[in-house]
């Protein structure tokens, strides 16, 4: 039984007339009459029971209603969950980030889609530092990542969401704690900590580039597996950390120092990147909603292209 067979059975056996059946489906009574018996053969029974006076259900079409029901509405939802992944207000978004520095922009993100189209499945992924989590997008793993990169390559699209000012944490005790603002030249005989990245993260790549314009090699004596880790070693004396604002903001060391960096440089930008010519509506739609958020567009329905 195709679901036109359905639709046409459904209308007789709710209206219990053909011509008011086939006004309501749109056809002429003999078409619809054709198509109900036309099911009936299929069937192999006789649906109604039809006689000048009045049109009546059979005991097998009593029992056709529900299924026809069923089918009916089964249908009606495809073209539903169709419509919906079409228009980007469903489906599976995978959302990557580096946990500590980028967690709150996240929630923030996460409730407005929630609020805006909680059709879809936002599935996040932390831990992605900049460098990786820029390949996994390439290779199609991550849907979007957010992050800080001083280059994209032409096939990544980007939004810009914020911009950040780097700060240094400084251990209980360290000779300039307590002091606003820090210049770069007086922490030349210091230790560092570290967290993976190296040069290709824009922030793995301002310590080394910094230091040397003001005139000294960093020592760095201990790499963190990620910003918190990286502040509890500071915390505990291991030696100090260039990091972002953000950082300073989600996590809390009881005896660690903040200080903003002087000769900082231009502040770095947190990105949300995404494949370029990808075409899923669905990630077009947390785009813009990213983009109405962070950025002040009007209702996040439109996803724009973004300068990178």
Known sequence: MEVHHARAFLAVAEELHFGRAAHRVNLTQPALSRLVQGLERTLGAAL?????????????????????????????????????????????????????????????????????????????????????????????????????????????????????????????????WGDATV???????????????????????????????????PRIVQQAPDSWSQVVLVDAGVGL?????????????EAVGWAELEDAGPPLDVQLIWRAGRGDPAVARVVAIAAALFGGDDDGQDSPERPR
């Open 241 to 253: 950390a260039l990091t972002v604002d953000s950082v300073r903001e989600n996590i809390r060391g």
């Open 48 to 176: 109604f029971d039809r006689t000048t006076r009045k049109v009546a259900l059979t005991p097998a079409g009593e029992a056709l209603v529900p299924v026809a029901e069923d089918l009916v509405h089964a249908v009606e939802r495809a073209g539903e969950a169709v419509r919906g992944a079409l228009a980007g207000e469903t489906g599976r978004v995978r959302l990557g980030f580096a946990s500590a520095s980028a967690i709150r922009p996240v929630a923030r993100l996460a409730r407005e889609v929630q609020s805006r189209a909680p059709g879809l499945r936002l599935e996040l992924e932390s831990a992605h530092f900049s460098p990786q989590g820029l390949e996994r997008v390439l290779e199609g793993e991550l849907d979007l990542c957010l992050g800080r990169w001083d280059y994209v390559p032409p096939a990544v699209d980007a939004l810009v969401l914020a911009q950040e000012r780097l700060v240094v944490a400084l251990p209980p005790g360290h000779r300039l």
């Open 183 to 217: 210049a770069l030249a007086d922490l030349a005989e210091d230790r560092w900590i570290t967290i993976p990245g190296g040069p290709a993260s824009a922030l793995g790549a301002r310590l080394p580039t910094l230091a040397q314009a003001a005139g000294f090699v």
